[in-house]
Structures are given as C-alpha cells and as structure tokens.
C-alpha cells in the first residue's frame, strides 16, 4: 500500500521560513516524478512546485518563484519544500504528490498518489 506522509506544517509570521518533508512508502520513490499542491481556505488546489524522476528538473508556480525550493532524497524516500519570505497568501494545506510520469505536470489529475497534506498558516 502507497503511503505519503507529509510532516513540517505549523503556524509561523510573514517573512517566516518553514521545510515541509514528505515520505514515501510502498512505492520505489525514485520511479516518480513528485510535486507539492496546496489548497488555500475557500479556494481549489493548484500546484506549487515539482521535481522530475530522471533527471530533477524543478518546476514552480509563479506565485513561488525565487521563494519556495524543491528537492528529493531518494534514498531516503523524501520530498522536501523549503518555503521562504512566507506571506499571508501562503496559508493552505500543502499536499505532496506522486506521478509515474517523467514529465512535469502541473494538474492534479496527472498524479497517483497523495498525503493527508499539513497545515500551514502564516500570519500578518
């Protein structure tokens, strides 16, 4: 059974950093091209940044660029989101996700699997 465990979240102040850590299980990590969604209250999910299997090209949204970075450890089964300067605007459940695609999709229907998500709230 594929299992993706997010862990990280919290409440922090604007301008704040936080690392959001996500664990695999049950799949062969390396063997999928991963991303981070997040669902702000009230509003639908949208991607956030992604990392590809072969060869680690990242992806961002642009409402993250030069803020947020993504990166894996395969070999410890692990997404990471190093998320800088937060914002207000940053306040969502952060989802990890799993596609076997080599390529990077941005639409959630592309993706397998998925965690419970963690909460993060960024206060003014």
């Known amino acids: 059974q594929v299992q993706l465990v997010e862990s990280g979240g919290g409440l922090v102040q604007a301008g704040a950093s936080l690392r959001l850590a996500c664990t695999g299980s049950g799949l062969t990590f390396s063997s999928y091209t991963m991303a981070w969604f997040r669902q702000p209250p009230g509003k639908e999910r949208e991607f956030v940044a992604g990392?590809?299997?072969?060869?680690?090209?990242?992806r961002y949204a642009d409402s993250v660029k030069g803020r947020f970075s993504i990166s894996r450890e395969n070999f410890k089964n692990t997404l990471y989101l190093q998320m800088n300067s937060l914002k207000p605007d940053d306040t969502a459940v952060y989802y990890c996700?799993?596609?076997?695609?080599?390529?990077?999709?941005?639409?959630?229907?592309?993706?397998?699997?998925w965690g419970q998500g963690t909460h993060v709230t960024v206060s003014s």
């Open positions: 990392i590809r299997k072969l060869d680690a090209i990242t």
């Open positions: 996700a799993a596609s076997p695609t080599k390529l990077q999709p941005s639409a959630s229907s592309d993706y397998s699997y």
